[in-house]
């Protein structure tokens, strides 16, 4: 077992040490997780702004819900019948206190989106810092993917996953030269 460990951790070192010496590979590491990063964070403003949507929706419904109830009220005092204006004004409580509730949900996720956009801002300058530093030459084989284009769609989910696989390959092939 102790074999395996130090098996592993010295492939690992080899690998850490090699990227180190490429530093084209080091770049094209750091910016597959930036890719990553920066997809991430979208996803999560998205699911923010869905969420405060989605909250804003239920507290309009819920409106239209209080207002019923506050005329059901009126209907019960005029029909003297202060068991159902009781039962009434419960529910009315009830459906406010989950307005609330909606209400500070939709809160929080508000003051979550700028801090949220804040951070996708700086995932893109320092992807840009990355990319600004990655070689437009390329090196003598073998040598991990050019960067893409600047014009590429750097979100298309394929597009990614193609340059996950290419440098994949990229760093066997290295592993293999090195007799690792």
Do not use: H, Y
């Not at 997809?39 to 999560?44: C, F, M, N, V």
């Not at 956009?117 to 073998?142: F, G």
Request: net charge negative; with cysteine.
């Amino acid at each position: 077992m102790s074999f395996f460990r130090d098996l592993n951790a010295f492939l690992e070192q080899k690998l850490e040490d090699f990227i180190r010496a490429n530093p084209q590979l080091e770049l094209n590491l750091l910016l597959l997780e930036l890719e990553d990063q920066e997809r991430e964070t979208q996803e999560r403003l998205l699911r923010l702004q869905q969420e405060v949507n989605t909250c804003e929706q239920q507290i309009l419904s819920l409106v239209s819900e209080i207002r019923r109830w506050r005329d059901r009220i009126q209907t019960a005092i005029a029909a003297q019948r202060p068991d159902l204006v009781e039962l009434a004004r419960q529910r009315e409580a009830e459906l406010r206190q989950r307005g609330e509730q909606l209400w500070t949900q939709r809160l929080n996720a508000l003051n979550q989106i700028p801090v949220t956009q804040q951070l996708l801002q700086k995932i893109r300058d320092r992807r840009q810092e990355v990319m600004n530093r990655v070689p437009t030459a390329s090196a003598p084989p073998p040598s991990p993917p050019p960067p893409p284009p600047m014009g590429s769609d750097l979100t298309d989910p394929i597009e990614a996953e193609f340059r996950r696989l290419e440098l994949q390959t990229a760093l066997e092939e290295l592993k293999r030269s090195m007799g690792l």
